[in-house]
């Protein structure tokens, strides 16, 4: 398998009164063709920072970006609009994220019209009945309203739209926490179809662990804009090497009436990102911090095939 | 077991322009002193207007509560005037409203809003309260010596618990939650959740927590009440409800979530939407969606039948 999408010490900082907010800081990570990454965390940790940035939607402070092995950090706005038609993202509220005064067929034929891939009219309202139904929208919804219709149909528009132009690679911002369990379930299973029928590559950012484990192959771990774990699914929730890891999984509510769970509960709460300290930043919460942790960043270290993280004691902690 | 309190076929109706939203249709459960029922159900099902419908407070006009009973200790609350209500809520029941982080003032301090409640309620003198709202901090697990912070220093968090220590502060013997959680990271759910068990424990609160999370509901609740298009659907222990569902609908919700401590290949979902509630069908409002369901569900009302005890289900395929 080809490595489609790859980030190299990635930044996105902010200005702010305070000082400068550290929203993704040194992040890397890459994306084999026909796989998809999946980024947990805390809100505020910089998911759709990180997303948007991989995607030019917002300018990095640092780092690289390579798209088929290309280096695309810095490209021009020619280059910028061919890369987009590879590179599409789907959103969490789509109801927000939809033009309200568009009818549903036009809202997923605009992309069409800007980039001029269509050469007529007719094969236009072709391409918009074939993308309907490859989501699973019923052709007679075309010239209705997103606010006519309930959040599953909406998101399903979303997912037709950002497939207009055939993209390699998706990212997928909470695309289904907004909606109930029954109608995620089909979103997700739409998006899994998808993913095997055109050969999709996702970046699928939620904060729902149960969903990540579910969809990702490998999961990256973000805490105040760090990578803090990056392994393969299995692996990470088999064997979570972060304490902060290992903390997030043992707090999942699960619906099992038998299943007996450790529970680590955390002090205190997600400090501020602005201007950190040079340190771990989960250490002031880590229940196994010591003297280091509050004056060295951790380095992130492999401790297998492919299972790396950023703590001091990586390997010896267990809190479960 | 006393019962605390007992809803009998409460009937909740929304005018929407000419349409009439059928809201709570017929919602009927109870609740013993000390235990903690879940009342689940996906959006638009009715939890927040049910619990609204309990507390008196369905929004005028457009809201009208058009049948019903909510037995507390044996009184009838929706015969009760609006004064009558108002010293019950607050003082004896409280409830933590949907979208919690608009609900509190940002003009005084932390402190004083949860002292506010105890001097309204209560015969304590302003300086009783202060301290009382002290002792509410320390026992949600914020240092007393932040009473003076204004709710714009906490994070959601803690502002999550400052709304929850507003609502026990007064010792209420029910406590309605609604979503009290939901915003919040599971890290911080967990404190929340682990700070509520124990505070009930402790007073004996009875609770009704409103979610549409099954697995806080495993983590708090004795009862589990299913809703679906206004109605409860599915109702029983904690146990009866997780180990074996008997409602197709409820079998659904359970089959459709993604497993943390299983690996599964494909989802189930449940096909279709819930039915419109200015529209819905005579019989069962699941049988469009329904797997097992033939034409006759549709026109035929269904009742709520006891399949093993304490155990209810609408469903007449199963029952
Ligand atoms: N345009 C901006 N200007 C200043 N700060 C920003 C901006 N966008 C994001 N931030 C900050 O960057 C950090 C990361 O935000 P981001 O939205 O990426 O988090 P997230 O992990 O997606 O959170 P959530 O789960 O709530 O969506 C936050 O502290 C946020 O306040
Ligand atoms: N003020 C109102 N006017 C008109 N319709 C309303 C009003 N409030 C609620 N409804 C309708 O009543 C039905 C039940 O809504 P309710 O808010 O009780 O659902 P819920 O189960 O709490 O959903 P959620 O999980 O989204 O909070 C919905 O169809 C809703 O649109
Ligand atoms: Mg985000
Ligand atoms: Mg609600």
Do not use: W
């Amino acid at each position: 398998m080809q490595e489609l999408v790859r980030v190299e010490n990635l930044k996105k900082y902010f200005k702010t009164p305070l000082g400068m907010l550290h929203a993704v800081d040194d992040v890397s990570f890459s994306i084999k063709q026909n796989t998809t990454l999946g980024v947990v965390g805390e809100s505020g940790c910089g998911k759709s920072t990180l997303g948007r940035t991989a995607l030019h939607l917002l300018k990095s402070t640092d780092g690289k970006i390579f798209f088929e092995g290309k280096d695309v950090t810095n490209v021009n706005k020619r280059q910028l609009r061919q890369l987009r038609r590879n590179m599409q993202i789907i959103f969490q509220d789509p109801f927000s994220s939809l033009n309200p005064r568009m009818c549903v067929k036009d809202i997923i034929i605009e992309p069409l019209k800007i980039y001029k891939v269509c050469k007529s009219k007719g094969e236009l309202e072709d391409k918009a009945v074939e993308l309907m139904s490859t989501v699973g929208l019923s052709t007679r919804l075309a010239l209705s309203y997103p606010h006519e219709l309930d959040g599953g149909r909406r998101q399903r528009i979303g997912v037709a739209r950002a497939l207009a132009l055939n993209p390699k690679f998706i990212i997928c911002d909470e695309p289904v926490s907004a909606l109930d369990v029954s109608i995620q379930a089909q979103i997700l299973n739409l998006m899994q179809d998808l993913q095997k029928e055109r050969d999709l590559t996702y970046l699928f950012i939620t904060h729902n662990l149960s969903v990540v484990k579910h969809i990702s192959d490998e999961i990256l771990v973000m805490y105040l804009g760090k990578v803090i774990e990056y392994a393969k699914t299995e692996d990470l929730f088999a064997r979570p090497l972060h304490p902060y890891t290992q903390a997030l999984l043992s707090a999942i509510p699960v619906p099992d009436y038998d299943y007996v769970q450790k529970r680590v509960l955390l002090k205190g709460e997600i400090s501020s990102p602005i201007e950190p300290q040079k340190c771990c930043r989960f250490a002031g919460r880590c229940p196994a911090a010591q003297e280091i942790c509050f004056k060295q960043e951790p380095k992130m270290v492999d401790m297998g095939i492919r299972h790396l993280t950023a703590c001091h004691f990586a390997g010896q902690v267990n809190l479960l | 077991m006393e019962k605390l309190i007992e809803v009998k076929d409460l009937r909740i109706e929304f005018a929407s322009g000419k349409k009439i939203v059928k809201a709570v249709n017929g919602v009927s459960f109870s609740l013993e002193k000390g235990k903690t029922i879940g009342l689940v159900g996906e959006t638009g099902a009715g939890k927040t207007t049910t619990a609204l419908g309990i507390m008196n407070l369905v929004p005028a006009p457009a809201g009208r509560i058009r049948g019903g009973e909510v037995l507390f200790k044996g009184e009838d609350l929706l015969t009760k005037t609006q004064q009558e209500m108002r010293q019950t809520r607050g003082n004896r029941i409280s409830m933590i409203f949907q979208d919690p982080m608009t609900s509190l003032n940002p003009v005084f301090t932390v402190g004083d809003q949860i002292a506010e409640g105890l001097h309204l309620h209560t015969k304590l003198s302003a300086l009783e309260a202060t301290v009382k709202a002290q002792d509410m901090m320390e026992r949600v697990g914020i240092p007393a010596a932040r009473y003076n912070e204004y709710p714009h220093q906490f994070s959601g968090g803690m502002k999550q618990r400052v709304i929850i220590a507003i609502a026990l502060a007064c010792s209420p013997e029910l406590l309605i939650a609604d979503e009290p959680t939901t915003a919040l990271d599971v890290t911080i759910q967990a404190q929340v959740l682990d700070m509520m068990r124990n505070i009930r424990n402790k007073l004996n609160t009875s609770m009704i927590m409103i979610t549409h999370d099954l697995g806080v509901v495993k983590e708090i609740c004795d009862q589990v009440a299913v809703m679906y298009a206004g109605q409860i659907i599915e109702s029983g222990s904690l146990k009866q409800i997780y180990k074996n569902p008997q409602h197709p609908y409820t079998e659904g919700l359970f089959k459709s979530l993604p497993k943390i401590n299983e690996n599964t290949e494909r989802l189930i979902p449940i096909k279709g939407i819930m039915p419109d509630p200015t529209n819905l069908p005579e019989g069962c409002s699941f049988a469009s969606r329904c797997p097992i369901a033939d034409k006759s569900c549709v026109n035929i009302r269904q009742l709520s039948k006891e399949i093993e005890k304490g155990h209810f289900i609408r469903c007449m395929k199963r029952s």
